[in-house]
T-cell receptor
Framework: GENVEQHPSTLSVQEGDSAVIKCTYS??????FPWYKQELGKGPQLIIDIRSNVGEKKDQRIAVTLNKTAKHFSLHITETQPEDSAVYFCAASYGGGSNYKLTFGKGTLLTVNP | DAGITQSPRHKVTETGTPVTLRCHQT?????MYWYRQDPGHGLRLIHY???????DKGEVSDGYSVSRSKTEDFLLTLESATSSQTSVYFC???????????FGPGTRLTVT
């Protein structure tokens, strides 16, 4: 099956700085890579995703990059704000066919200090 | 949250008792998933469903069973709860032909 490694497990930045979270995956057949944000006491929320035919995708202050050759992808948050503080999860698809399953990384706790 | 509700939101139960968690969706999504979330482990797939009465195992399915008798409801049953099943359980849904998943608010289960 798929294995996803996520680093770092915790990240603390000053408000206004950038934050980068990195993930690697093992299955070269994976073709969909989402990022989720989980606030305390809530369910994970999809914030951005990228498919294997794209190298980079941006949505305002967040961006995701994908390197299929190296099998790694990253989440970039610019101009961080206190409300960006949360746990972030990366994931990779696996199974193929009609099995739309995701394998998740273990998460990164991001703290943005005012 | 794609119209997903989970019940109960919190439950404390004793070892050896049966427990059923319910996930209800109003989006008519074909796929439904049950995950557990534990510190240091992230989200791990327990079971998933790809249609009414169509279910399959995930990576941590031992000790759990599921049922889906109608599109909107997906039940997770712990036949005989153990302390190792203390966790936060999340339901998610997904549309046909899509990997995008939308999560419910979670159920915190404590087995004493």
């Amino acid at each position: 099956g798929e294995n996803v490694e996520q680093h770092p497990s915790t990240l603390s930045v000053q408000e206004g700085d950038s934050a980068v979270i990195k993930c690697t995956y093992s299955d070269s057949a994976s073709n969909y890579f989402p990022w989720y944000k989980q606030e305390l006491g809530k369910g994970p929320q999809l914030i951005i995703d990228i498919r294997s035919n794209v190298g980079e995708k941006k949505d305002q202050r967040i961006a995701v990059t994908l390197n299929k050759t190296a099998k790694h992808f990253s989440l970039h948050i610019t101009e961080t704000q206190p409300e960006d503080s949360a746990v972030y999860f990366c994931a990779a698809s696996y199974g193929g066919g009609s099995n739309y399953k995701l394998t998740f990384g273990k998460g990164t706790l991001l703290t943005v200090n005012p | 949250d794609a119209g997903i509700t989970q019940s109960p939101r919190h439950k404390v139960t004793e070892t050896g008792t049966p427990v059923t968690l319910r996930c209800h969706q109003t989006e008519n999504h074909r796929y439904m998933y049950w995950y557990r979330q534990d510190p240091g482990h992230g989200l791990r797939l327990i079971h998933y469903s790809y249609g009414v009465k169509d279910t399959d195992k995930g990576e941590v399915s031992d000790g759990y069973s599921v049922s889906r008798s109608k599109t909107e409801d997906f039940l997770l049953t712990l036949e005989s709860a153990t302390s190792s099943q203390t966790s936060v359980y999340f339901c998610a849904t997904g549309q046909d032909d899509s990997y995008e998943q939308y999560f419910g608010p979670g159920t915190r289960l404590t087995v004493t």
